[in-house]
């Protein structure tokens, strides 16, 4: 907020440079646009500047994945969690021995963050 203001201001000192300079008062004009360009670059920078770090503190969600076995066949299965999953929520039959799967574990799956290289 406090750098949109500074903008603001800076482009009313350069229209008051500009009003300066066509009534003849040189000198105002030339403090009044120095003033204006240089706080309207400092702005545009610190903007940018912000924007930039905004980009990078970009929050990523984890990924949630669900363990599905069968208590007959010890078949075990991985997939993503869907809505509604909870542990040893029973479900549907299993393709090998007609036995209902149920759900034993959910879990995320945590990226480490990448070490910054020493020497």
């Known amino acids: 907020m406090i750098v949109l203001t500074v ?12 009003q300066a300079y066509l009534m003849q008062n040189d000198t105002v004009a030339l ?4 003033i204006g360009f ?4 400092l702005a545009v920078y610190v903007l940018v500047q912000s924007r930039k ?4 503190m970009k929050i990523e969600t ?3 994945m669900t363990t599905v076995e069968c208590r007959k066949c010890d078949t075990k299965n991985v997939r993503e969690f869907e809505r509604g999953d909870f542990v040893f929520k029973e ?4 393709d090998k021995c ?9 879990y995320k799956i945590v990226k480490e963050k990448e070490k910054p290289f020493t020497i």
């Open 31 to 34: 403090y009044l646009l120095a």
């Open 53 to 56: 770090r905004m980009a990078k």
């Open 98 to 106: 007609d036995e209902n799967k149920i759900i034993t574990a959910i």
């Open 91 to 94: 479900l549907d039959k299993c």
């Open 38 to 41: 240089i706080s309207m670059g």
């Open 62 to 64: 984890p990924k949630i």
């Open 7 to 18: 903008l603001a201001l800076s482009i009313i000192a350069l229209i008051f440079g500009a």
